[in-house]
């Protein structure tokens, strides 16, 4: 540990200060969102999972003192028994002050204890009342932390007021548990409490929370299994599905073949999405009952839910046609559901086995899903752009070591332009809107600051973990940079925050692309807009980079990833995409990169970069400094638009050019120059001399993979082509920029004739309605 803040930690803190300060900071969290002034918190936001013994008695032998605590240990094996003496606040984790029977203080903090996972996705990003975070541990509350970890982190105490930021740098401890496994709130009458006496007997200044109530003394009847029943579904019905669980549990721990019980069970284990459990249950009930048909279309739906959409197909088709039969009007509904997921399995089959999509019907869907209410930033519809479709890999690539890059996807055979590789949905996904916009965590080790979304993003992964073990696994295998240690068989199923945190900063990818800025700044999204959001897709992490010479290509709808071969792939070659901009300068792309772990890229573009002569560098480097300080602002300023500034812009441009003679399709610098030159030839209305400008953009556009730039550039040249009164040449251009949107989204057309400018045109009528009405008044259509 750093000698400095060692010699800072030495003198605990006193009783009385802790609580006075922790008083002090609550008062202030009370302030701020009361006034919603913004606030930074400033932890080390990293779990500590070493050598965890998730089994231990809580005896008294094993119980370790506040006192006794050492710094920055995790104390394995052994419990500290507390409770609780102040009031909650939720940011990132759940803090609050404790005291031990000896009466001595410190703060904890409880990651991953609010299980978001069960509040819905548009209440997550709210900022919990104190009130309410102090509803989860009540004052009074006892608890046993199991494997107390006894962190370094530094203060909290920092604002942003309307006068500026005030930041207090101070070093500090608190207790901190990652695992809501490892503690446990002891009910007042456990015998490990007999013979504690507490410095101070706290009056308990509410019940305690459910699991203890269902414990009380006045509970001490015996319960029946339908008794579980009604508990479980009260619990059910107010969205809390993993005490639903609890509850159905203990009923059939009474009688194990409930059928009711068992697809109750089920039914709250899907909306969990413990798909394998849901179908445990939904067996096992059918096996007693085979005409239970909600237990029946919850096996389809746990069959779906593990991708098994074939034996989905025919339980669901069997259940349909048993239904089809029956003259019951009470089963109208499920009847309907039934019909509804059989198509959805049938079409979920279809594209993870042959890689057909319905593009239009997937825009539709996220047009629709994308919709937020403007009051207050939430999703109209449910869950927001997640979508409802599934997976797809092709059989010609592999995951291979590469030279220097770990492992990457690697073409097994040749591999033609155009082929959908694969298709991956976000194992999770966090958008602007979805966080709440008043923290900010500062990792003070590492020294970075993790984004609001990304902390976001490691605690929604770490609660889906918690909930399905199984998946760990996919998850710890990503990449988690260089001095990330191997996981111990028996930690493969932990929750390691620390290492989700590192797997996100190498793999994430932002969540809403730049193309659909049409859709979502139209209806002024700024959340959206301002934070482009976070999501760690799977199976897409393992695409190596490269700033040029790609040959593959991703476009995120919603929270599918779908992927294109962009030139043809020869038989054992990497695939690689861009994880930043080839537009932006070196450096740019360097500090980018390197916040992927990529130090040194060996891509054609940066070999070209670092290889040049330090005069043309620094000449490259004063034509773009007069062009943005000088020739931009006088272009963009005058009223009166001086005809002379297109020959200063013309004299860069090819002095850039003429920088890269030799490599003309590594000469980035000018394209946004010559877009420049385009607006200002429209501006002294020389349409013509625009044309072969825009063409030389679109051709560039075309042979580096600049996509995005190509229908809109494509666009562009009809129109002035129309202005000019050449409407074959516009019809012909308006072709080419039609197609250039829709097949980046649906892929190669491969049909000729009109057949193809009919799916077109649906597509553009979503993505561009103003283009397509444009074109309609321009009569291109
Ligand atoms: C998203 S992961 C890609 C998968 C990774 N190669 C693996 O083994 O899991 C990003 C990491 O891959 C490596 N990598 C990817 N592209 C690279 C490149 N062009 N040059 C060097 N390393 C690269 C770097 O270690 C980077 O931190």
Known sequence: MDEFITSLLKKRK?????????????????????????????????????????????????????????????????????????????????????????????????????????????????????????????????????????????????????????????FDTIIRSDNPNDIIIIDQDNELLNNIKWFKNLKLEEKKVNVVNKESADDKKVLSADDFRQSGNKYFVSND???????????????????????????????????????????????HEPDHLKAAFRKGKALCGLKRYQEAIITLRDL????????????????????????????????????IYDYTKIINEFCEKIE??????????????????????????EIHPAKKRGRSWVAKRDIPEGTLLMVSKAFEIVYGNEVPLSYKSIDFTSKTSNTATHSELATRIAQKLLA????????????????????????????????IEKIIKYNYFEAL????????????NSRLTKDRGAGLWILPSYFSHSCVDVNAERLIIGDMMFIRSCRPISSGSELTFN?????????????????????????????????????????????????????????????????????????????????????????????????????????????????????EIYNFAKTTQLSQFTSDTAYKIASHYAILGQMKEAKEWWDVALKELAEHISGKFNEGGTEWRNKALQLAEKLSPKIVSDAKNKRFL
């Open 241 to 287: 599905f993993s005490a639903a669980v609890d509850e159905y549990s203990s009923g059939i721990k009474l009688e194990p073949h409930n059928v009711t019980l068992l697809a109750n069970r089920a039914e709250a284990y899907l909306r969990l999405n413990q798909f394998n459990k849901a179908l445990n249950d939904v067996v096992i009930a059918l096996k």
């Open 579 to 695: 994880y930043c901009s080839p537009m932006g300068s070196y450096e740019e792309r360097s500090y980018a990169l390197r916040l992927f772990g990529i130090n040194n890229c060996s891509c054609r573009l940066c070999n070209l970069d670092r290889s040049e002569s330090k005069k043309t560098k620094l000449r490259q480097a004063s034509i773009l400094e007069t062009y943005v300080n000088s020739l931009e602002p006088r272009m963009k300023l005058s009223s009166n638009f001086n005809p002379s500034l297109i020959k200063e812009l013309i004299k860069l441009i090819n002095e850039l050019k003429e920088l890269r003679r030799e490599h003309p399709d590594l000469e980035f610098q000018s394209f946004e120059l010559k877009s420049d030159l385009v607006a200002a030839y429209v501006r002294t209305g020389n349409i013509k001399r625009s044309l072969p400008i825009l063409k």
């Open 14 to 170: 006193t009783r009385q200060l802790l609580i006075a300060e922790y008083e002090k900071w609550v008062n202030n969290v009370r302030r701020m969102h009361s006034k919603k002034l913004k606030h930074l918190i400033t932890t080390n936001n990293f779990g500590y999972r070493q050598n965890f013994q998730n089994v231990i008695d809580l005896e008294l032998n094993s119980r370790i003192s506040i006192a006794n605590l050492e710094v920055d240990k995790v104390h394995t094996g052994k419990f500290l028994l507390c409770q609780v003496i102040s009031k909650c606040i939720k940011m990132n984790s759940l803090y609050t002050l404790v005291e031990d029977p000896e009466g001595d203080v410190e703060r904890i903090a409880l990651y991953n204890w609010v299980e978001q996972s069960f509040i819905p996705v548009k209440d997550r990003k709210k900022v919990l009342s104190i009130n309410d975070a102090s509803k989860f541990l009540p004052i009074g509350t006892k608890l046993a932390i199991k494997n107390p970890y006894y962190q370094i982190f530094s203060s909290f105490d920092s604002i942003i007021s309307s006068d500026g930021p005030t930041l207090y740098i101070d």
């Open 468 to 499: 399905e073990p199984d998946l760990c696994q996919e998850v710890y295998e990503l990449y988690a940079g260089p001095d990330m240690e191997i996981l111990s068989e028996d930690l493969s199923c932990s929750v390691d925050v620390r290492r």
């Open 320 to 355: 349909d046609l048993r239904m089809q039969i029956s003259t019951d009007d009470s089963i109208a509904s499920i009847k309907k559901s039934t019909e509804i997921l059989l198509k959805n399995a049938e079409m979920w089959d279809s594209e993870s086995r042959h890689g």
């Open 513 to 524: 692309e730049q193309q659909w800025n049409d859709i979502w700044s139209a209806k002024e």
């Open 372 to 397: 937020i209410n403007q009051g207050n930033d939430d999703w109209i519809c449910g869950t927001g752009p997640r979508l409802a479709h599934a997976d797809f890999l092709i059989d010609d690539i």
